[in-house]
């Protein structure tokens, strides 16, 4: 019986020990729940207005590729009441009648008013396609491209060169780009592997398969360009 007694009490006592652990376990556990609930109430509304602020400069982060962008060679446009609207490398493509295809280059185009016809060109240059292995190419200081008309009006030196290896030059040209043709009244300069011509202007037709030199002209044939034929001049 005492022993069975000693143990029961024993057995309290223990219970006893331990005990009063529990209540500091509790409020600890309510603590930690406390400060929790607080930095929520701290952490949501700042998360919130985070997402509000993210939200509002989405548009500004992140670029919208669907608007239209200029490439690397187009890369400067700019309009004023004054100066108009320009453009640094333009490049404008075309077919002519025949639908052989041409192309418009320069360094820079401007334009009076959006609704002109007109292009002032720096460093013009036409790519006119002669066939599918043939072409020619005008070059000038300076040029006007008529869109409506599918003319340009080269100045300040043009140079004319055909795949074939010859080389026009004169002080102005127009170019009829649906036509494939290009005249020019100004005194004019050619030369290529089979002799040399001058006039005091030309027309070129059908890109540059049939050349007339108007007015005054001569021309020179070099005799090992044409299989053993004399040197000749024409005035």
């Given at each position: ?13 223990g ?55 200029l ?8 309009a ?9 490398q ?21 334009q009076?008013?959006?609704d ?18 043939e072409?020619?190419?005008?070059s ?55 002799g040399?011509a ?23 044939l ?14």
């Amino acid at each position: 019986m005492s022993e069975q007694t000693a143990g029961n009490i024993g057995g309290d006592l223990g219970a006893r020990r331990f005990m009063p652990g529990a209540p500091r376990r509790a409020r600890a556990a309510h603590f930690r729940a406390s400060r929790l609930v607080v930095l929520m109430k701290l952490i949501l509304p700042a998360l919130a207005l985070a997402i509000v602020a993210l939200i509002v400069s989405w548009p500004q982060l992140i670029p919208d590729h669907t608007k239209f962008r200029l490439g690397d060679q187009a890369r400067s446009v700019l309009a004023s009441a004054t100066d108009g609207l320009s453009m640094d490398q333009p490049r404008y493509v075309g077919v002519d009648e025949e639908q052989r295809p041409y192309e418009i280059t320069a360094e820079r185009a401007s334009q009076d008013n959006p609704d002109s016809d007109r292009l002032d060109l720096v460093a013009p240059q036409a790519d006119l396609a002669v066939n599918q292995e043939e072409w020619l190419a005008l070059s000038a200081t300076a040029g006007i491209y008529d869109k409506k008309k599918k003319t340009i009006d080269l100045s300040g030196g043009v140079t004319v060169f055909h795949d074939r290896g010859y080389t026009v030059s004169s002080d102005s040209a127009r170019v009829l780009l649906d036509e494939g043709m290009a005249t020019s009244d100004d005194p004019v300069s050619a030369h290529g592997q089979s002799g040399t011509a001058t006039g005091e202007g030309f027309r070129i037709y059908n890109r540059g398969e049939r050349i007339v030199f108007t007015g005054k002209s001569k021309v020179v044939l070099y005799p090992s360009q044409l299989g053993g034929l004399e040197t000749r001049s024409a005035n």
